[in-house]
């Protein structure tokens, strides 16, 4: 919901980022990762893909040397006096990405860690995107599908949020569209998302240094921002979750300037920052998800999300996004609304999005940029996923996981039950240094084909639950990286697997990082959020 330009502190050696050339001074070898992709007739076949690391997270430097390009929160301007000649001089180098970032995987799990010691200091927070080959981001393409992965939240306590979503970004990171970006895909570069970051280092194959303003010890912004459509399938801690759709106006990235980039008023920009959040702990169920609950987050559990179209077919207009839990091999229907005014339903509709933006007093940014027929057609185009952990240094997370704005009593403030103090960087990068999540069991495929266990349909309240089952067969700070040498009635729409049935019921010794872009603005809160 909310992502900021947040700190992360890999301190000193660590501080630059995001080139568009490239560096030989650390091999770039790429995680493996399998995934698979299923269908209702043929199951489940394993792919081979890979993860990158975002390329804001990476060591900038001169090419052909160790001279930082980017330290602290400022750029060397001997290396970078414009924007031209800081895009020749300035390579992206390779990532050591278990001992420096803390990134791990084996066989279809990918583990990050929040903070990983180094022999530069430390690392806070990492971005990554799934790729087909060493060179492209795998594309997504969802509608009429399922898509489904495991998730273990159990050690990402308030102030935390392991993101899991998909961006319109160019599959070659760039690459094609832009000569002057000779990284691409292969180092991460061509994120983009719908709250515009301007923190980004490059931009469209060229330095975004250009009226670069510091805005922390280690972060900035310059005079560009980056936008595309973005569907966040997952943002969560332990405490909350929340999936919600961001819909814009351009097709894929776009390089933004000034007002579209939703600076300095949060809603002049080409995109929609708010998205339509369905949040169960905002809806008005206290008791659905958290440790212990109907979704008990001290355990590992299956997120699946089902993007239906009006006809059946992947060409069709997204019309519904549905969500489902599986834990203990038992099917959970997400939880019903409940707050008066808004349809007692269980998943994200535009009638759901249109409803939920009157009775919180929400803009309508959402409808303005095309809602859910907007996302619908982006989803249809394709994105990349990308899966990261980050804190927040604009708002501590309170949007996902706390009452935020802190003074508001009315309906659509309510979001988890961490304290309003809660989730300030310097504390939980301290209390929380051996947090981490684990994403696994990536799924992509026919609706009912990517997940199977005994289905439930559930009514809760805060004093009951009332379950039937029948069983069923199987149907977002950037880190930079720098050298240096110093009781209601309900409406549930429960799908259960493979049937066609819907019933309604250089070292140095310290290293600084910057904030991750995962957490630059968000969906509810940021720049001029009131």
């Not at 860690?113 to 594309?139: C, E, W």
């Not at 709250?195 to 510091?214: H, S, Y």
């Not at 969560?236 to 776009?254: E, F």
Request: charged share 15%.
């Amino acid at each position: 919901m909310f992502k900021s330009t947040a700190l992360l502190t890999l301190a000193g050696v660590l501080s630059g980022v995001s080139a568009q050339q490239v560096g030989t001074n650390t091999a770039e070898v790429h995680p493996a990762l399998t995934w698979y992709k299923c269908t209702t007739s043929g199951g489940c076949v394993s792919q081979a893909g890979k993860v990158v690391l975002d390329a804001n997270w990476r060591w900038l430097h001169n090419v052909g040397g160790s001279t930082n390009c980017y330290t602290g929160n400022t750029w060397n301007t001997s290396l970078c006096p414009d924007a031209a000649t800081c895009t020749t001089n300035c390579a992206l180098d390779g990532a050591d990405y278990s001992g420096t970032y803390g990134v791990s995987t084996s066989g279809n799990a990918l583990t990050l860690k929040f903070v990983q010691p180094n022999n530069n200091g430390k690392n806070v927070g990492s971005r990554l995107y799934l790729m087909s080959d060493d060179s492209t981001y795998n594309i997504f393409k969802v509608m009429n599908q399922e898509f489904s992965f495991d998730v273990d939240v159990s050690q990402l306590p308030c102030g935390l949020n392991g993101a899991l979503y998909f961006s319109e970004m160019d599959a070659d990171g760039g690459m094609s569209k832009y000569p002057t970006n000779k990284a691409g895909a292969k180092y991460g570069t061509g994120y983009c998302d719908s709250q515009c970051p301007r923190d980004l280092k490059f931009i469209a194959g060229q330095a975004n240094n250009v009226g670069w303003v510091g805005t922390s010890a280690n972060s900035g912004t310059g005079n560009y921002g980056s936008c595309c459509n973005e569907m966040d399938i997952w943002e969560a801690n332990s405490i909350s979750a929340a999936y919600t759709p961001h819909p814009c106006d351009p097709v894929g990235p776009y390089k933004c300037t000034g007002a579209e980039c939703g600076s300095p008023s949060r809603y002049s920009g080409v995109c929609d920052p708010d998205g339509c959040d369905f949040n169960s702990y905002r809806q008005g169920d206290h008791d659905f998800y958290g440790p212990g609950k109907v979704v008990d987050t001290t355990k590992k559990f299956t997120v699946v999300t089902q993007f239906i179209t009006d006809n059946g077919t992947a060409s069709g207009n997204l019309s519904e996004i549905r969500r489902l839990y599986v834990q203990n091999g038992v099917v959970i229907q997400n939880s019903v609304n409940k707050i008066a005014g808004i349809p007692a339903v269980n998943s994200i509709t535009q009638a759901y999005c249109d409803a939920q933006k009157s009775v919180f007093g929400d803009t309508t940014s959402f409808q303005n940029h095309g809602g859910l027929t907007g996302m619908g057609k982006s989803l249809a185009r394709g994105g990349v996923l990308v899966l990261s952990v980050w804190d927040d240094y604009a708002v501590n997370m309170l949007w996902l996981d706390s009452t935020y704005p802190t003074d508001c009593t009315k309906d659509g403030c309510f979001r988890g039950t961490c304290p309003t103090t809660s989730g300030v960087p310097a504390e939980v990068e301290v209390s929380a240094s051996n947090a981490s999540v684990t994403y696994s069991n990536i799924r992509v495929g026919d609706i009912g084909s990517t997940y199977s266990g005994t289905s439930q349909s559930s009514t809760t309240s805060k004093s009951s639950t009332t379950t039937t089952s029948t069983t069923t067969s199987k149907s977002s700070t950037t880190t930079s990286t720098t050298k240096t040498s110093s009781s209601t009635t309900t409406t549930t729409t429960t799908t259960t697997p493979r049937s066609s049935s819907t019933t309604t019921t250089t070292t140095s010794t310290t290293t600084s990082a910057n904030g991750a872009i995962q957490t630059h603005w968000g969906q509810c809160a940021g720049q001029g959020y009131t």
